[in-house]
């Protein structure tokens, strides 16, 4: 009965003489003061408990991801463009580089101290390239032709600059130049649309692409089955000497592929490329199609009899001779007949861990993206993280191989935007925002030491 006039005394009564009556005794009120003290404390202590377990996790995840990167940040809306570099947690951002105007692609000098990038100056037609040495704040412009020049690569030792150079309609050229300017040479001199130039691991070799690009054209089923553009010239990946003497063309896979991302391994004795390949397959297209209205009725009558083309992206290791390949995924993208626009093909942006023992490729499914670990043999796959409407457009790996440093954006057919930067470990346990989102696709390398590049 002592606890029914608690609630009523503290609602409704406001009669001091009815207080005196029905309310608590004076040892009542102290025993359920001390009651609710006591569960005060209680419910201190155990959001005091939960606060130290979340700070114990905290400082684990930043025990955990260490590291330092360096990064762009444009947006189209903008007019000046920043370089950052901050801790692989996205704390500790710093600027690096302030450019007036648009700057794209950036690489880093092995020591740390040259940043290498491409920038478009306010009222120029041409991009050009940039050295700013980051310790003096200074900036020397390295490039000044009446061309496009992009995409800039420091050598293993830092001394000479890969970069490509537009020469002509889809006409690009791989060059190399001494990073004080002098000593610039076309090192493929030929016509056609050379791409994705890398160092040898130690810079006396230089591994690059020849072709038509996929990504700025569209090809029809009978270019793609016959792995040719319209400028009838095979995409094929060629090694040569760092001076352009001794270009070798690496085999491809027995039937037809368009190669992406050639990259060395560590000790240069491996390399792995991503391949958009074209599978040619009878199909029951009125099992392809489940619906019967005018259109499709129109279509299967079209299509009849007709082969579909089904498109894959796999992967691939193979020596830097181009024997013992051997494939290390396959994911179907599409399916269809026709003219089929690729261009939003894909790539498995593939890496290597520094000590070379495994790599990382992205894997496509239906609804997204999944980055993969695996051994480098295409052994003991491991899931790292699943990424349901996402594009994964770069990986890395860190110096430590503890870590992978990666962009994704939004998956869309139509456009590509809100690009972000994240930091997870190897197992997928830590997952780290670093920056973003962006609405154009943004750089990321890590740095050898921490606070290595500082303004």
Known sequence: MKNRFLLPFCIIISSTMFLFACGPSEAEIATATAGAAQQLTATQQQAQAQATAQSAVTQTAQASLQGSIIYTANNKNQQTSYVYSSHADGSGMQKVLNVEDKQYS??????????????????????????ADVKQNTIVRLTDQSRFDWNPIFSPNGDRILFLSETGDHNWQVYVINVDGSGMTNLTKNSYMNTDPAWSPDGSKVLFLTGLNPLDSAYSVSDLLSGKGSSGIDKSIYVMNADGSGKIRLPLPEDICIPSSPTWSPDGTRILFSCLRSIVKSMDWDAFYEQEDEYMDATLQAYNDQPAIALYVELYVMDADGKNMTLISQDALAMGYGDMDLAASKSAVPAWSPDGSRISYVSFNDTGATMVVANADGSNKQVVKEMDSKNVNAISWSPDSSLLLFTISDKSNSSVSNYEIYVIKVDGMLLAKVAGPFDTNPRAEWLDEPGEVKN
Do not use: K, R, W
């Open 106 to 131: 950036f690489d880093i000098s092995p020591d740390g101290q040259y940043l290498i990038y491409e920038n478009l100056p306010a009222g120029e037609e041409y991009s050009h390239l940039f050295v």
